[in-house]
């Protein structure tokens, strides 16, 4: 729409002009007739006039002149008429005379001077006039001169209804024009353009044939044919990427890529669709004024994780609409077809009431800080329980709904919302072949007990056929976890739990991100502009980075406290070391982040406080939402990314920082309390509490020699690319669908 009123605005412009010309000759030829008929009209008046005045003139008739001149004063246009001496000299005037009119004596004296008439426009209090002077004589001599004064306003009042006249026409001109050229452009070009961008789209995405398109319509038959050859070259690109990724699929030390995990799927599944159940949706829209919708990524892990394999493999995603956009963006039955700018897979949102909000409460209150040990107190509820259940049941009736006429559906559910829903599943649908993803750690078998809920949750899970967590030890603690509070029997040769004679397998699969033999998105290309960091206020050459949800389990007070001691050991950073702290809003609804987002706040503020001087301030704080191709961009541009984490069962920023640095710069300082540091050896690893450790680290990173940066780094980024998400998810779907 902003072509098309750009287009118009420079059409009506155009034609406005060319109408405003053409009103300004108009007016300059009526006013030129005008004023050459008033002239006219005046010297004949004057003409006749003077007949009767010359002789009384000559006689010096005072009482005479004053009579002809009230007599013929005030008829029609005639404002008034003034009789000068032979010396200019004003001896008698109409009543109604402007003082103006009367007082150009220096006009009188030079027509009689020149002995010759004149006439000029005066400005009056009555208007614009016409003044005409006509000399007066006796015999040869001239001996006075006598004005007439005529009304010439009528003038200026034509000309004005001319331009009102040529407003209006010019008004209905732009309003019809307009109209005709929306008209013409959205059904000769953008109608056309929109369809055949709608072609071109299914040409690309294969549902569509490079014959439509060349064919589509001839007024873009040029820029089809074209398209129709990228979109060959394209498809052979495709074809050859499917067939070295169908030779890799034995090969383990060959990367996976997306079309490696797709020839995967195909192989291994054989047209079964994947179902996701997450609480997270991978896409929110949200309303941005009237009409306006617009949607965004939500900052999270999983859907870091999981939405690259979704698009490359497809399916559909189950997951909470939670935007004020997403029920009229979706469909009757809760589904539409995302990414919305390039649609893979299928998105199922699943609307939640009010009362049901306990789910979210239970989710975060109760079991994410049981299983951080971040020193907060589980909340535990009756009544989020029961809505935690109820939704739990939702979900699994929403599901069972989804995979009706589908045999053995493979479906992957995340995280711990849904613990209750494998075995819930497993009860309508024992042919389902189901996986449970934990995402965050698994505590230990004692932490775990003061659950009151334990017994159920573990049966739940247990309804799963595998059960993966990040790390061996996460592993580890539930298997201790069952044997010691629910009957089953626990085979820790194989890593398997039976439980009423169905089998779960315990596995570890330490998730990743899209990271593959060529450069992360965005990740390339010569330097990276630093205007991002002057937009943010910093303007010093060292930069660190922290990249977190405004969560108490990510150590982000402990963190502005390192920076406090790193200022105080090494003032040498102040002025030209600048953190800079990313801390999107996350569970806002709930009181404890509430008083934790006000604590980081504060705790900044008073560094700043202490340190900050001219325009320079040690910690920058952005409590807004930043997009991956932002975050990419500033991984770039950061010496030192400091992810400190109390607990964290993976921690995916890490992993895309060591991916952003195709450079293989930077320095990585993460916590020992990370699963994601027992992967990337080559960071600086750290005890979070300790805030005189995590300063020194800092001080070693901004001081690390370019070698040794070139070196950690690439270890870091071997480690991610060889095991990468796509490696992860087919490691998990392997390890389901292969069950029998």
Not at 400 to 420: G, S
């Amino acid at each position: 729409m902003r072509q098309i009123a750009l287009i118009v605005s420079i059409a009506v412009i155009s034609v406005g002009v060319v109408v405003l010309a053409f009103t300004f000759f108009q007016v300059q030829d009526e006013r030129a007739t005008l004023v050459a008929d008033l002239q006219y009209r005046t010297h004949l008046l004057a003409d006749g006039l003077k007949e009767s005045i010359e002789p009384s003139f000559a006689n010096y008739s005072t009482s005479t002149l004053q009579g002809i001149v009230d007599r013929f004063a005030n008829r029609e246009r005639l404002v008034g008429l003034a009789l000068y001496d032979s010396e200019a000299n004003l001896i008698v005037a109409s009543e109604d005379l402007p003082s103006q009119a009367g007082a150009r004596a220096s006009l009188a004296a030079r027509v009689m001077d020149q002995d010759e008439v004149a006439g000029e426009f005066v400005n009056t209090e009555r208007g614009s006039t016409y003044l005409f002077v006509e000399p007066l004589h006796q015999g040869e001599r001239v001996i006075g001169a006598f004005a007439v004064v005529q009304n010439a306003g009528y003038i200026d009042e034509a000309v004005a209804d001319i331009w009102r006249e040529s407003a209006v026409r010019i008004l209905v001109q732009v309003v019809v024009f307009s109209m005709i050229v929306i008209a013409l452009i959205w059904w000769l070009f953008f109608r056309r353009l929109r369809a055949f961008a709608d072609l071109v789209r299914s040409v690309r995405q294969g549902r569509g044939t490079l014959v439509e398109a060349e064919g589509a319509d001839t007024f873009f038959f040029p820029l089809a044919s074209e398209i129709s050859k990228l979109s060959s070259s394209l498809r052979q690109a495709r074809s050859a990427a499917s067939e070295e990724a169908r030779m890799r699929l034995e090969k383990l030390d060959s990367p996976w890529t997306a079309e490696r995990l797709q020839e995967f799927i195909k192989a291994h599944l054989r047209g079964r669709p994947i179902y996701v159940v997450s609480s997270r949706e991978p896409y929110v829209h949200e309303k941005v004024g009237r009409k306006e919708v617009k949607w965004s990524v939500p900052a999270s892990g999983l859907v870091t994780a999981l939405e690259p394999v979704m698009a490359a493999c497809g399916g559909t995603w189950l997951a909470h609409g939670s935007g004020s956009a997403d029920k009229q963006t979706a469909d009757a039955s809760g589904k539409l077809r995302v990414p919305p700018d390039d649609p893979k897979y299928t998105l199922k949102r699943v609307w939640l009431s009010r009362e049901e909000a306990g789910h979210s409460r239970f989710s975060n209150e109760a079991l994410w800080p049981l299983a951080h040990m971040a020193h907060t107190r589980p909340v535990f509820r009756d009544e989020d329980w029961h809505a935690y259940r109820r939704v739990n049941g939702k979900f699994a009736r929403e599901l069972l709904k989804e995979i009706k006429t589908i045999q053995r559906p493979l479906i992957l559910v995340q995280d711990f919302h849904f613990t209750l829903l494998p075995a819930m599943i497993k009860a309508s649908r024992p042919d389902a072949q189901v996986a449970l993803f934990w995402h965050i750690p698994w505590p230990s078998a004692e932490l775990f007990s003061i659950c009151p809920s334990r017994r159920e949750i573990l049966e739940g899970m247990l309804g799963a056929d595998v059960i993966g967590f990040h790390t061996q030890q996460y592993c580890n603690n539930f298997m201790d976890t069952v044997a010691k509070l629910i009957e089953a029997r626990v085979d820790l040769e194989h890593f398997s739990i039976t439980r009423a004679g169905h089998v779960a397998h315990i596995k570890p699969f330490p998730i990743s991100i899209a990271f593959t033999d060529g450069e992360e998105e965005g990740a390339q290309g010569g330097e990276p502009d630093k205007a991002v960091l002057r937009e943010l206020g910093i303007r010093t050459d060292l930069v660190g980075l922290g990249v977190d949800r405004l969560d108490y389990t990510k150590g982000i007070l402990e963190r502005f406290k390192a920076l406090e001691f790193l200022f105080d050991l090494h003032p040498e950073y102040l002025e030209k070391f600048t953190f800079l702290q990313i801390a999107p809003v996350s569970r806002g609804t709930l009181k404890k982040y509430q008083e934790y987002s006000e604590e980081v706040t504060a705790e900044a503020e008073r560094v700043n406080a202490r340190f900050g001087r001219g325009g320079w301030r040690p910690i920058v704080l952005e409590k807004r939402h930043f997009t991956h191709k932002e975050l990419t961009a500033l991984y770039r541009l950061a010496g030192v990314c400091l992810i400190t984490p109390l607990h964290d069962g993976m921690n995916l920023v890490a992993k895309e920082f060591v991916a952003a640095r195709g450079d293989e710069a930077g320095v990585l300082i993460l916590s020992q309390m990370t699963g994601a540091s027992r992967e990337l050896k080559g960071a600086i690893a750290i005890n979070p509490y300790s805030a005189e450790e995590t300063a020194e680290a800092l001080h070693e990173a901004l001081q690390m020699p370019k070698t040794e940066q070139h070196r950690r780094m690439k270890a870091m980024r071997d480690a991610v690319k060889n095991y990468n998400v796509y490696r992860w998810s087919a490691e998990l779907i392997k390890a389901v669908s292969s069950l029998g």
